[in-house]
Each structure stands twice: as C-alpha cells, then as structure tokens.
C-alpha cells in the first residue's frame, strides 16, 4: 500500500470556523490531491500539486485554498466552514507516469455543524 | 468539462459475471481507471486501460473502446467480498483524475 496518511481521520467543527486537513506521504510523488466525496456525487477534484509550491483548481475549488510547503505534505484549509462542507476528504498521489495510478489516503469525515 | 456516466446500482448473484459499464465525454484522454470502494473505506486500483482492448486481472477484466468512449468493468465468479461501489475515472492530458458517480454492486448468495 501506497504510504499515505491523513489527519485528522475525523472532526466536528461549527459553521465559520477555520479547518485545516494535512495529508503527508511517504513514497516521494510529485503530484498529490484533494477530493470531496459526496452521495450522488462520487469523487469531486478540490485542487491539486504538481510540485512544491506549485497549486491548481479543481472543479469545486470555491472556499478552499491548498498550500504545498515540502513534497510529502498537501494542506487543504477551509477558511470559513460551512455547512455544505460536510463531506468525506480524500486525498490521493500518483507518480504521473504513464500507468501509474492514483492512490488515495484513508479519508477525513468532516461535519460541519 | 467530463462527463463520465455509469449505472448507480447492481446486483447479481454469488457466482455469475456483471458487466458494469462507463461512457465518458471527456475534454481529454490519457487513460481509464477503475477503481473498487468498500464502505467506509478509501478507493482502491482495479486496472487501467490506455489502448483500446481487453486488460484481464484474475476475476477482473476490463475493456476500452476511445473511439465509442466507453468501458467497462467485468467481475466473474462473484463473492460476497465483492459487493462494493465501481468507479470509473478518466485522466485527462493534465495529471487530473475524474471520476464517474460510481456504481454499488450487490451480491446476493
């Protein structure tokens, strides 16, 4: 299994409060992301890193911003939660090689009350 | 944008064979992944297909035609373990991954 870890695995936290969810690897990828996953849904792309300090947009990137400070940690913050945050954050890593998959951390729930 | 549809839900037997299908839209292509999801739990890599044709995996078995945009995913001699969300997702040409709504399959003894 890809090293990949997310923390915390679950938080409850109020409407307007700053969330900060920190994904750390272990396997030295370049390219690491966020997503959202919601029921009807399926996964939805937040932002993404292609190398330190190097960030884009997702689909839904509207109320959150990502910082990449070293390779092996992806930060993904919620300035002002809401309660149409509340969804299961996954974060994933792939080498970008051709083949190479996507390997995806265990998951942060996070309700926003 | 992408466009990635597959069915929301099936259920089979313990034992047959289910076919789930994939039709993507996509404003490139680099790759198709599927991808098995248990609940609760985080996704895990099925199989990838590039080139158009069948990639088989023990149970597992998955096929890719570019020119229609569809795949799909074939899961024989079905166990109880199998019962989980299919998703389908599609790389584009930047490094990105989408993926479809995800279908659950149910398996019954």
């Known amino acids: 299994d890809a090293g990949i870890t997310q923390s915390p695995r679950h938080k409850v936290t109020e409407t307007g409060t700053p969330v900060t969810l920190r994904c750390h690897q272990t396997e030295n990828h370049r390219y690491m992301y966020w997503y959202r996953q919601d029921p009807g849904h399926g996964l939805r792309l937040i932002h993404y890193?292609?190398?330190?300090?190097?960030?884009d947009k997702g689909e839904v990137s509207d109320g959150y911003s990502v910082s990449r400070s070293k390779t092996e940690d992806f930060l993904l913050t919620l300035e002002s939660a809401t309660s149409s945050q509340t969804s299961v954050y996954f974060c994933?890593?792939?080498?970008?090689?051709?083949?190479?998959?996507?390997?995806f951390g265990p998951g942060t729930r996070l309700t926003v009350l | 944008g992408q466009n990635i549809d597959q069915p929301t839900e099936m259920t089979a037997t313990e034992g047959a064979i289910v076919q789930i299908n994939c039709t993507y839209q996509t404003s490139g292509f680099n790759g198709l992944f599927w991808y098995q999801q248990h609940a609760g739990e985080a996704p895990t890599f099925l199989s990838y297909?590039?080139?158009?044709g069948l990639e088989e995996k023990g149970r597992f078995s998955s096929f890719l035609s570019r020119s229609k945009g569809y795949s799909y995913l074939l899961l024989k001699e079905l166990q109880m373990k199998d019962s989980a969300s299919y998703l389908c997702a599609v790389r584009d040409n930047d490094y990105k991954l989408s993926f479809g709504a995800g279908t659950t399959v149910t398996v019954r003894a």
């Open positions: 297909n590039v080139l158009d």
């Open positions: 994933a890593i792939t080498e970008g090689l051709a083949g190479a998959g996507w390997y």
């Open positions: 890193s292609y190398g330190v300090k190097d960030t």
